[in-house]
């Protein structure tokens, strides 16, 4: 499977943010989209994730439609916010969007394991910490499979042992043949991964 954007164009509230962005990831690739704040990186994310309409161009799959039937269907969706419900558990949130999501792959239990929050399972989403609500929020990406995770910001408050324990996970995504598109303004310690500067060129 290769996710490809094509010529792909986007805007916001009518004004165009990007233009003309192309990239082909195959199995095990990642970019990492960088750029100065309001370059359009999240505003990017958000068009490959079918939540925004391209202005311009397409993005696609190639390969892997009869599983997917559009590049949306395959990917997950770490924004900046959370989504999770702080007056439900960390366990009812994780069990509603692994139902939500379908395709499940690691349970509740063991996702939280692979994140270093093995205890917080039966406590409210809202109790805990800013760090631990992203690394709930990282759990989302396992509880149910999608081959391509699309990251914005995804270590905003996380401390270093979480983000070396993260940077293990998406490695580990990237060798089973997962395929990242991560915005970020920091380095996320992944090696021999592309780049893709927005911000220039407009
Ligand atoms: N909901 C919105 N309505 C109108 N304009 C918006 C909206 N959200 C973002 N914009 C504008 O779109 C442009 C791109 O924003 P975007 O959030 O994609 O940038 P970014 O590169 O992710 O920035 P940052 O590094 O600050 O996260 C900015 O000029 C911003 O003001």
């Known amino acids: 499977m290769r996710l490809i954007a094509e010529n792909l164009c986007g805007e916001r509230g009518g004004e165009q943010v990007f233009q003309g962005i192309g990239f082909d990831l195959g199995e095990g690739d990642a970019l990492l989209v960088t750029g100065p704040n309001g370059s359009g990186k999240s505003t990017l994310l958000r068009v490959v994730a079918g ?109 270093k042992a979480s983000e070396a324990q993260f940077a293990a996970l998406m490695g580990a995504h990237l060798e089973d043949g997962g395929i990242i598109l991560a915005a970020t303004h920091i380095p996320l310690g992944l090696e021999g991964v592309g780049a893709l500067r927005m911000g220039e060129g407009l």
């Open 51 to 159: 939540l925004l309409p391209a202005s311009g161009g397409l993005i696609r799959l190639a390969g892997g439609r009869e599983t997917f039937p559009d590049a949306a269907s395959a990917c997950h969706y770490l924004g900046h916010g959370n989504a999770l419900k702080t007056a439900l558990s960390v366990n009812e949130n994780l069990r509603f969007w692994q139902e939500f999501a379908g395709d499940p792959h690691l349970s509740v239990g063991e996702a939280l394991d692979m994140v270093g929050l093995p205890q917080v399972g039966d406590l409210p989403y809202g109790y805990l910490s800013t760090g631990q609500r992203r690394r709930v929020s990282i759990a989302k990406l396992l509880v149910s499979y999608r081959p391509v995770w699309l990251l914005d910001e995804p270590t905003a408050g996380l401390d």
